[in-house]
């Protein structure tokens, strides 16, 4: 009975900070002068991929270039992303001390040619006016905008997940972590600037440390 409840405790949860942090689609901010690049760090998301590409090219506001970095896939994964006419690199050896995902974000952004960043995975699919929404949202609030996407589930056991996303959310949103230098971000989408993109990759002892998405 006790986990039930605090099952239950934990949905409604997860469903009050999801509500208080939704991006607004009509916020009244200006918009933010730079050209956007997008990172999207890929391996075997031959599945995934189109969905985000698609809705990418369907953006009422359009990216200067998407980066697909091709971390070593064994399907398809590199010829869906250029049949798409995206930019493609393929992802170093990983060296000693770095993650994977990690390492291919960084070796996008080195990549990128915007001012603006934005680092996405492979299996989020955007509304029409998601970029739009978030290049507006940075401009009013300046730093980084980490976004928790929704859950789209199709089996019924894809639901258990939600206990593991309410827990993540938390992670990132508890009050014991405001003042956490080494607090991390959410990493399915995040919008920042080439600037502070380059500032958090050479503070502390190396970028690595650093890129916690």
């Known amino acids: 009975m006790g986990i039930w ?90 060296p000693l001390g770095w993650t994977g995902k990690n390492w291919a974000v960084w070796n996008g952004y080195l990549q990128a040619a915007g001012e603006l960043i934005a680092f996405m995975d492979a299996d989020i699919r ?29 089996k019924w056991y894809e639901r258990l997940a939600l206990v593991f996303n309410v827990l993540g959310v938390f992670a990132f949103t508890s009050p014991f972590e405001k003042n956490n230098p080494m607090k991390g971000l959410y990493g399915s989408c995040i919008l920042t600037t080439r600037k502070i993109t380059r500032k958090l990759s050479v503070t502390k002892a190396s970028s690595r440390n650093c890129w916690m998405i």
């Open 126 to 154: 955007l509304a029409p006016h998601a970029l739009e929404a978030l290049v507006k949202m940075r401009g009013k609030n300046g730093g980084v905008i980490s976004v928790v996407p929704f859950h789209h589930t199709e």
């Open 5 to 94: 409840i605090l099952f239950v405790i934990g949905c409604m949860a997860g469903f009050i900070v999801f509500r208080k942090n939704k991006v607004p689609l009509n916020a009244e901010t200006c918009w933010e002068e730079g050209r956007l690049s997008i990172i999207i760090p890929a391996r075997n998301e031959q599945y995934n991929l189109p969905y985000l590409l698609e809705s990418l090219q369907a953006q009422t506001f359009q990216a200067f270039e998407i980066i697909v970095v091709d971390d070593g896939s064994s399907d398809r994964t590199k010829q869906i992303a250029e049949s798409y006419g995206v930019k493609v690199i393929a992802n170093p050896q990983l």
